[in-house]
T-cell receptor, first 113, second 111 residues
Framework: DVKVTQSSRYLVKRTGEKVFLECVQDMDHENMFWYRQDPGLGLRLIYFSYDVKMKEKGDIPEGYSVSREKKERFSLILESASTNQTSMYLC????????????FGPGTRLTVT | QKEVEQDPGPLSVPEGAIVSLNCTYSNSAFQYFMWYRQYSRKGPELLMYTYSSGNKEDGRFTAQVDKSSKYISLFIRDSQPSDSATYLCAMSPGSNYKLTFGKGTLLTVNP
């Protein structure tokens, strides 16, 4: 059974803290994605990666960075968390020849106070 | 004009009803059209996809694409309470491009 796992389901951090969100997939997928999901705004792409050590900005990369040192792991970093980064964060992965079929993790609900 | 527009609902129907969910889009380069289903407190999962125009059927679900009108639909026949979820449309120009999602429609099927 294919699986995308995220390090935490719920996370509470203080303004200004550095936050790491981890995502691991066991499907040997080349592509990995980070989204945030907010009521009324839907799913918005933050960053994505088509291969190890590669990264591309999505639609809303400001305030975020990513790291992909291994194929199976894609990390999202909030260098200095702010309250407007309170959101649901979803990680996804896909094969390059089936990019329309993304597999999502369960999400991390991040609250920044 | 946003690239993908989707009525957020909410939509509430009785069990057994036929449900119609729709999205419109503006980018004529889109070739892949997907419907993802997201249950509460879960990540989205791919329900169906269509390449280019036409219909696709899978059990109680039918996906339609009308590229001339830039309009896609998902029909659910004999809806069940287990169909209660948020349905997101998504589109892309090719098989290895990023997806553009609609905002999702929240559907509740009442027993």
């Amino acid at each position: 059974d294919v699986k995308v796992t995220q390090s935490s389901r719920y996370l509470v951090k203080r303004t200004g803290e550095k936050v790491f969100l981890e995502c691991v997939q066991d499907m040997d997928h080349e592509n990995m994605f980070w989204y945030r999901q907010d009521p009324g705004l839907g799913l918005r792409l933050i960053y994505f990666s088509y291969d190890v050590k590669m990264k591309e900005k999505g639609d809303i990369p400001e305030g975020y960075s990513v790291s992909r040192e291994k194929k199976e792991r894609f990390s999202l970093i909030l260098e200095s968390a702010s309250t407007n980064q309170t959101s649901m964060y979803l990680c996804a992965s896909s094969r390059p020849d089936r990019g329309h079929e993304q597999y999502f993790g369960p999400g991390t609900r991040l609250t920044v106070t | 004009q946003k690239e993908v527009e989707q009525d957020p609902g909410p939509l509430s129907v009785p069990e057994g009803a036929i449900v119609s969910l729709n999205c419109t889009y503006s980018n004529s380069a889109f070739q892949y059209f997907m419907w993802y289903r997201q249950y509460s407190r879960k990540g989205p999962e791919l329900l169906m996809y269509t390449y280019s125009s036409g219909n696709k059927e899978d059990g109680r679900f039918t996906a339609q694409v009308d590229k001339s009108s830039k309009y896609i639909s998902l029909f659910i026949r004999d809806s069940q309470p287990s169909d209660s979820a948020t349905y997101l449309c998504a589109m892309s120009p090719g098989s290895n491009y990023k997806l553009t999602f609609g905002k999702g429609t929240l559907l509740t099927v009442n027993p």
